[in-house]
């Protein structure tokens, strides 16, 4: 068994940020994650197939949001870095 000296990794911090909406299946109940969907949709339920209309988000509060927490970096914790 051959050991290699690898050096710790250094924990990757966010780069990006998505808000995901969950979306009930009319049909069987399980809650469906769609990211912002900020237009009028079909959305398709992972566990019975079916597909089912879903309403729109308001792209302005996905953008507000998204500039509050700095695109991510303002989520990370501090005490961590």
């Keep these: 068994m051959s050991e290699t000296n690898h050096k710790p990794l250094t924990p990757v911090k966010p780069s990006g940020l998505e808000l995901i909406y969950l979306y009930p299946c009319p049909f069987c109940g399980r809650e469906v994650p769609i990211i912002a969907p900020v237009r009028p949709a079909m959305a398709r339920c992972d566990a ?8 729109p988000v308001d792209e302005r ?5 998204k500039i509050m927490l700095g695109g991510g970096k303002a989520a990370i914790d501090p005490d961590f870095l």
Aim: charged share 15%; glycine share 0%; with cysteine.
């Design 48 to 55: 019975c197939r079916q597909n089912f209309p879903i309403v």
């Design 61 to 65: 509060s996905v953008r507000y949001v």
